[in-house]
């Protein structure tokens, strides 16, 4: 969707010299993505659910595109949505959250995210923005990294370069200011009730602005360094 771009990986990706393409589903719900001509795979949100292809045909275009990255050993990272869907494209089901998860809450790694590369730079709880009711359960195989006191499954990764992430560590401040400025217009009435407080949400951003910042650095920066050695790899047979 046009308004959940990359947020801070944008410049991130740059920074290491990747070029970028984006694809818009909401202007184009036939698009198809040639993954083979990538380095690797960044699934973004929606305010759809991610078992909604008979409404949204895209979708299915998606978890086949996760798929397909993830069974040639490309990075992936999906968030929010696009974690809902790479769930659902290695198997595991999308399921209506207890209630919705909106502002920010704090994410605890498991066992096993603190012993993962990504998920070490977590200081234990972290305070991050959130945004969204579905969850799901994780795919076969899958190993589970995070959760929250309202949504169990907050981060997984499947094999060691696919990671789904439920939050928005990518959301910079602007970023958010914008979502909370426009939040009827970009997530519908219906899904966010009216007692949530955009204002104290606000408030919580300029506090957690500064350590949620560092921390994206350090997960995603472990994360773009796997595209380098895709990148080595798919040289090989031009030369």
């Known amino acids: ?13 740059k920074d290491a010299g990747f070029r970028i393409r984006y694809v818009n589903f909401h202007r184009d719900g036939y698009a198809q993505v ?20 008979d409404r949204f045909s895209h979708l299915a275009y998606e978890q086949e595109g996760i798929r397909r990255a993830i069974e ?14 790479m769930a659902a494209s290695m198997g595991g089901r999308i ?8 502002g ?20 234990g709880g972290e305070p991050i923005f959130q945004w969204h009711r579905d969850t ?26 696919a990671y789904g992430l439920q939050f928005h560590l990518e959301a910079d401040q602007p970023l958010i200011r914008r979502w909370l400025d426009r939040r009827t217009d970009v ?13 104290a949400a606000l408030e919580a951003t300029q506090r957690h602005m500064p350590r949620s910042s560092r921390l994206a650095q350090a997960l995603f920066g472990e994360f773009i360094a796997r595209f380098f050695g895709v990148r080595r790899r798919r040289a090989h047979p031009s030369r």
């Open 1 to 13: 969707m046009p308004f959940e771009p990359l947020g801070v990986l944008d410049r991130m990706f």
């Open 34 to 53: 040639p993954v083979g001509r990538y380095h690797g795979l960044v699934v973004l949100g929606g305010p759809m659910a991610a078992d909604e292809t």
């Open 72 to 85: 040639t050993s490309m990075p992936v990272l999906g968030v929010c949505l696009g974690a809902q869907l």
């Open 95 to 102: 399921l209506r959250g207890r209630a919705v998860e909106f």
């Open 104 to 123: 920010w809450t704090e994410v605890t790694p498991t066992p096993h995210g603190k012993e993962d590369l990504l998920f070490r730079h977590f200081e």
């Open 136 to 161: 799901f359960t994780l795919p076969h195989g899958a190993v589970h990294l995070a959760s929250s006191a309202v949504c169990e499954h907050q981060a997984f990764r499947v094999g060691d370069l």
């Open 187 to 199: 997530r519908g009435v219906d899904e966010i009730p009216p007692e949530l407080d955009s204002a």
